[in-house]
């Protein structure tokens, strides 16, 4: 069981935009900033957001992070069907001082 | 560039031990909190362990603790896992990952690691 939670898939049309939201507590993504994972199948962890909302060098703004108390949300606008692939949320728990990750998230795009 | 390789990974019986091993490059290794991550087959990321920049706290997931070692060598650029009494379940790929921040610990891995497969059997 994930100390995050994320919804096990979500799916949406071509060009179209999705949400995927990440539900905490005020050990983690209450008191840290959220980070957000893409992972294609066969290979590593991609970070996508973190600080909540920053994108690395290199990520589309189509991609985006929001946070709210003890939940988070990544946005994905004007959908490609190479987006399809398995998403995270992370964080730091203060309590555990461990990182912890949301189960995953599978984004189709049909 | 940020490089993580990791190495060590195989089959090994149940009880058994393994040592992994991340080689870093492009980056000042010893100023980075460093990270393993586990990805059991069709499930999804989870933490294993964090070592601080300096070696000197390591913190564990549960599943773990007592059997696991995490450990840097600043001077080589390498982070270790040894994986002692190992059990079926142990079987995943485990990734290194870098933290995002100098000298701190933010839960944030900003690069990682190609993976290194280790299968648990008889």
């Known amino acids: 069981q994930s100390v995050l939670r994320q919804p096990p898939s979500v799916s949406a049309a071509p060009r179209q935009e999705v949400t995927i939201s990440c539900s905490g507590g005020?050990?983690?993504?209450?008191?840290?900033?959220v980070s957000w994972y893409q992972q294609f199948p066969g290979t590593a962890p991609k970070l996508l957001i973190y600080d909540n909302e920053k994108r690395p060098s290199g990520i589309p703004d189509r991609f985006s992070g929001s946070k709210f108390g003890t939940s988070a949300t990544l946005g994905i606008t004007g959908l490609q069907t190479g987006d399809e692939a398995d998403y995270y949320c992370?964080?730091?728990?203060?309590?555990?001082?461990?990182?912890?990750f949301g189960g995953g998230t599978k984004l189709t795009v049909l | 560039q940020v490089q993580l390789v990791e190495s060590g990974g195989g089959v090994v019986q149940p009880g058994r031990s393994l040592r992994l091993s991340c080689a870093a490059s492009g980056f000042s290794f010893g100023d980075y909190a460093m990270y393993w991550v586990r990805q059991a087959p069709g499930k999804g990321l989870e933490w294993v362990a964090v070592?601080?920049?300096?070696?000197?706290?390591?913190h564990y997931a549960d599943s773990a603790e007592g059997r696991f070692t995490i450990s840097r060598d600043n001077s080589k650029k390498l982070l270790y896992l040894q994986m002692n009494s190992l059990r079926a379940e142990d079987t995943a790929v485990y990734y290194c990952a870098k933290d995002l921040i100098k000298t701190a610990v933010s839960g944030t891995g900003d690069y990682w690691g190609q993976g290194s497969l280790v299968t648990v059997s008889s």
């Open positions: 070592i601080w920049f300096d070696g000197r706290q390591k």
């Open positions: 992370g964080t730091w728990d203060s309590t555990l001082s461990a990182m912890v």
């Open positions: 005020s050990s983690n993504i209450g008191n840290n900033f």
